[in-house]
């Protein structure tokens, strides 16, 4: 993941922590956060988002940087049925060096499907 820009490293890094003060500090005031149909928008749903869904661990398999933005592409496993899942994809479109605006998270074209349960990252891989 080293050529991933420093926000996404620092998202990925965080997001397995259990204090998310820190991870939540990376998304603006007005970010949008859309996964399993859901849209999340500001902090607060953000928030709240995260504490709605159950802690997964999961490990980055590629980051493949575009015009359009950055997409991590990664391998979930935890406590939800169909584990482990590899292919979802965190598509970071907009952000800058200190704050996320847009991210996307769904499973890669032609992996699946992800069950029902919500699943939040744990662990990651280091770069």
């Not at 820009?5 to 007005?30: F, K, Q, S, T, W």
């Not at 709605?52 to 015009?67: N, S």
């Not at 800058?96 to 847009?102: A, E, G, V």
């Amino acid at each position: 993941m080293s050529d991933a820009p420093e926000i996404v490293r620092r998202y990925v890094a965080l997001a397995g922590r259990a204090d998310e003060e820190p991870h939540l500090a990376l998304v603006a005031d007005d970010a949008v956060v859309e996964d399993e149909g859901r849209t999340h928008r500001g902090v607060e749903e953000i928030r709240a988002w995260r504490r709605d869904t159950p802690l997964v661990a999961y490990e980055i398999t590629d980051v493949e940087r575009t015009p359009a933005g950055t997409v991590a592409t990664a391998t979930i496993s935890g406590d939800f049925p169909g584990g482990p899942f590899a292919g979802l994809r965190f598509r970071f479109d907009e952000y800058d060096d200190t704050h996320i605006r847009q991210l996307r998270i769904a499973p890669r074209a032609g992996s699946g499907e992800i069950a029902t349960a919500r699943c939040r990252p744990v662990a990651t891989v280091p770069a």
